[in-house]
């Protein structure tokens, strides 16, 4: 696997995991689209936090290594980083829309 690959699929898992949450929790949900651009920017904004600890692609790719524990964090930050983003964008949605 290259560093590009596992980024492609940490961001397609933060879309799959913030489509999933708003399926299931209705409340947070912004509609597929919606979802689905908040699943990417959220992925990608916790993977370049928690990335500089040492769980971004080209760390889990060590000289030619493959560590499959910091991949692991990596996809579980990926779906971390999407549940949070839908769910901190629908709470200043309803801070911004009161009436």
């Known amino acids: 696997m290259t560093g590009t690959l596992i ?3 940490s961001i397609a898992i933060g879309i799959i995991s913030a489509n999933a949450f708003g399926y299931i929790f209705k409340k947070y949900s912004f509609g597929f689209k919606g979802n689905t651009l908040i699943g990417v920017f959220g992925s990608i904004l916790l993977i370049k936090t928690f990335g500089r600890l040492g769980f971004d692609p080209w760390s889990i790719m060590n000289n030619g290594d493959f560590s499959v524990f910091r991949m692991l964090i990596n996809f579980l ?13 629908k709470l200043i949605f309803y801070k911004l829309n009161k009436n």
């Not at 779906?79 to 839908?86: A, E, K, Y």
């Open 77 to 89: 930050f990926s779906i971390i980083g999407g549940v949070f983003g839908l769910i901190i964008t």
């Open 7 to 9: 980024s492609l699929i």
